[in-house]
């Protein structure tokens, strides 16, 4: 399933992203379970809010990591988190 | 286990579940429960809404973040709104695992503005009218209201069976119940032997064609609804030749708090004889999971006999379930049962031949059967 780039992204219900002080990173929890992100898949996930686009993301990643080529390993990690269902367009 | 020169924390990973177990008191005597068969004896030694907010507060600085509000049933006490809003608060994803009975528009609004997360609704084969349950249209009608109310606050319709040999004939009664109330997720578990379940034990184990059938029919439902309505069927373990990996290893990552305050590494863990199990009331978090000696016991594998010691899967399931051990062979430190590597492995497989007798009838059954209420609990401390 690919994820339309211009539409704004949110998290599916009973999905959740939060810091963890005790892990030291970003978790994504969902009943009865909980996903440890890598740091850059926190950083992707944590501008997500309802508004932002995939491109928005891109763009807002690209402003705070400059130099670096984000664009394909962003727009493969959205999708993947697409097709796991955490993450949804309206 | 604290070793020589490592500190608790090195080598202890902090809790990451807690399920808090806030009263045993429940309007239902189901047969399988897996509460203590003395839960009666907690009733006047509750923790007080202060003393659950100080435990979980304490177990969510070490890093806790899954919260499951259990029972009994949780609705019976009525501060479980102020427990889940400030558990909420805290951080925690929370997790109410009820019967239905006693929840209000009034009280899910209530939880729905909390931050409830998710509730787990449970399906109550369980009263004493048991025979007649699947044509009660009390029941039914509670179930439906109750299951309209969840949808109606935004929550997904989670329901919980319990399966067991007097009751997994009516599979596609139920599956069809569970259709009506548009259930998403149905977990069907056939019960596990502890606490009340254990006594009852061959009355409730399931045939392996009963086991058969369960199953068919609920293929049947999956190839129809797909994942409109997901189904999870779960067969005992006395079934299975390998245990299970039970709670992930003993305090890896869960803690159990009872109604009295008692911290456990499991449910059950109460039943096990020689070890102290601390309670909330008098140690904080932080020093019960990390330094008591019964959170240590079985923690690692040096605890371990064999045939477990030198198995290349104790990795994969720790050797079974402590209490499952203790039960079937009087030591908590052999290996599962339910492991054909056990020497006890009889004792299991001796089980399953008796549960393929042919079914007795219910009115020979029902005298038999020890149900779960207080009357019983006193009988039985």
Known sequence: MSLAKDKALRFARQYKLQWEKAQDAWVLLYPEGLIKLTESAGEILKRIDGQCSATDIINSLQAAFPGADLQQDVTDFLEHAHDKGWIITD | MTKAGLSPTDSIKPPLWVNAEITYKCPLHCVFCYNPLNYASTFDKELTTEEWLKALREARELGAVQLGISGGEPLMRDDAEVIVAEASKMGYYVNLLTSGIGLTEKRIAAFKAGGLDQIQLSFQDSTKEMNDFLSS????????????????????????????????????????????????????????????????????????????????????????????????FVVPDYYQDRPKACMNGWGTVFLNIAPDGLALPCHEARMLPGLEFPNLRDHEVRSIWYESEAFNAYRGDGWMKEPCRSCDEKDKDFGGCRCQAFMLTGDARNADPVCSKSPHHSVVTDQVALAQQPRRPDDEVRPLIIFRDDGNSRRLS
């Open chain 2, 137 to 232: 249209t009390r029941t039914f009608d509670l179930k439906l209201k109750v299951a309209r109310l969840i949808k109606q606050y935004d929550y997904p319709m989670v329901l919980n069976v319990v399966l067991h040999r007097l009751n997994i004939d009516h599979i596609e009664q139920i599956l069809e119940m569970a259709e009506e109330m548009q259930a998403d997720h149905v977990e069907l578990a056939n019960s596990q032997y502890y606490a009340w379940a254990f006594k009852n034990r061959e009355h409730l184990m399931p045939s392996r064609e009963q086991l058969e059938h369960a199953e068919a029919v609920c293929n049947q439902f999956r190839a129809r609804l797909g994942n409109k309505m997901k189904l999870y």
